[in-house]
């Protein structure tokens, strides 16, 4: 008997853009890549999903304290937390922010 073909959704918890990825989340983004692997192995349609969350407070202090525009900001830490997680052959369908225009 065959399983019939799923369409599976995985994402994560955002990581906000206002500083490196910690061990807690790597351990997340990890896990939901081992599951998203072995759903697409199985032959189910599969997308895996994330995105840093660029909205909030810290952000905009932080940008403030590094003497950058928030945008800047951002933007170094979404190149950061993409190296992060490359680092560790997490492999994404889609990495994004939750400021790109697809949102």
């Known amino acids: 008997m065959t399983t019939p073909k799923r369409k599976i959704l995985i994402t994560c918890a955002l990581p906000y853009a206002n500083g490196p990825i910690h061990v807690g989340h790597m351990l997340e983004h990890i ?4 599951y998203a692997r072995f759903q697409k192995m199985s032959g189910h349609e599969c997308t ?4 840093d969350d660029t909205h909030g407070t810290p952000i905009m202090i932080g940008a403030q304290k590094a003497g950058m525009t928030p ?4 933007a170094k830490w979404h190149d950061d937390h993409t190296k992060d997680f490359k680092d560790f052959n997490i492999n994404f369908d889609h990495y994004g922010s939750t ?3 697809e949102n």
């Open 71 to 74: 945008e800047n900001y951002i």
């Open 99 to 101: 400021n790109s225009s």
């Open 31 to 34: 896990e939901a890549d081992i």
């Open 48 to 51: 895996f999903i994330c995105a």
